[in-house]
DNA sequence: CATACTTTTGGACATTGTCCAAATTTTTAT
DNA sequence: ATAAAAATTTGGACAATGTCCAAAAGTATG
């Protein structure tokens, strides 16, 4: 393992813990066995680190989020619960998104993306299930009502589970988001029974 | 205006402009006209001095959440954007919550309260507005499913907003999620027209 | 083997929150 | 009014942080 990989490694481990802030670069250097500046050889400023992990966890997104034509609900939510598990694996960065984006441009310019992108896919996912008769949508304001609600509900469920839900394992957690999901959809679902 | 007040409300302003961890007590100090020193000598820790600003915020909203015997919808919405208007006017606190609570245990304390009060409140409210049949609920998981939305709205609907909505301004921003609560209240709503 | 490139090091810097003894101002009691 | 006491303000120190740089050590290339 490269010493740029094992600084990401055991960076995102320590942030997951700590907290991006209260984890000191000369902290994460004794532990790694090195100096300082050789973390700073690699990442120029804390920003970089944060930076490159917030690239990873974008990346592992990126890969899950499309849109699917003849989608169920069933793989809609299980599609959501994929990313729910990837956002916990960052979960240091999830929690601070608003912070860091006020501070590095780097971070706000692809979370800016991530947002849009979320948002898209959610919307037009939510469209393919109307469209085969999952759900069923009046009108634009409904579909937008759906849309932004899943959206703030998967973007602030881990900073909600951080604070509410600590005794519950990360399985349970994720389990109760995705069912709140699942619930308001159900809200909109066609009866199948008569 | 005493010195313990002139101190809390321009740290105030500039932790709203600028958050929390962005602004040092010297800069702080430097534009009030006096010592960091001097300022230490009313709040010891720069955690106390926000944590009395928490306080403010507590105290405010303590003063809005309650629950009342025959409520309207509309009265339930007004009580919520009430509530709005004062995160807004401590947005640096409720951006970061969930970082403050790692660290300060005495706002983790109150906010564990905050979180617990408004929980219960919106679910009791909920239950009145069910009882006086303005909204229809079923049972209990459907009543679970309604509070916990609605408070996780409540909590985040700033931090979404800060990122999202930057170019509207603050009314319109209440203005949408409140919206969105109505909408997800209509959801449950009884058809007052045949 | 010598040269060039990469990686690592130690030490410095300004800034941060925190702390304390001394100086100053204000209040209180005589 | 004045002396004693209390509250407030000050300047300087401290350790810790992120950042930076010149030099040393290590590795690869011709």
């Given at each position: ?55 990873q966890l974008y ?31 960052y ?104």
């Amino acid at each position: 393992m490269k010493t740029e990989e094992k600084i990401l490694a055991k960076a995102l481990e320590m942030f997951n813990e700590r907290g991006v802030e209260y984890v000191g670069l000369r902290e994460l250097a004794g532990i790694l066995g090195m100096r300082v500046s050789n973390i700073t050889y690699y990442f120029p400023t804390k920003d970089d680190l944060v930076n490159r992990l917030s690239i990873q966890l974008y990346d592992l997104n990126s890969s899950i989020l499309v849109v699917k034509e003849d989608l169920s609900i069933e793989q809609f939510l299980e599609m959501m619960e994929q990313v729910f598990w990837n956002q916990l694996k960052y979960r240091c960065l999830v929690v601070s998104f608003v912070h860091l984006i006020g501070q590095n441009k780097l971070i706000a310019a692809r979370y800016g993306d991530t947002q849009t992108k979320r948002n898209t896919v959610i919307r037009s996912n939510l469209e393919v299930l109307a469209r085969n008769g999952h759900i069923r949508i009046k009108n634009e304001t409904e579909l937008e009502f759906l849309t932004s609600t899943i959206a703030l509900v998967a973007r602030f469920w881990i900073s909600e589970a951080a604070v509410t839900w600590q005794h519950l394992s990360a399985g349970q957690q994720i389990n109760h988001y995705i069912k709140s999901i699942e619930t308001l959809l159900r809200l909109y679902g066609v009866e199948s029974a008569k």
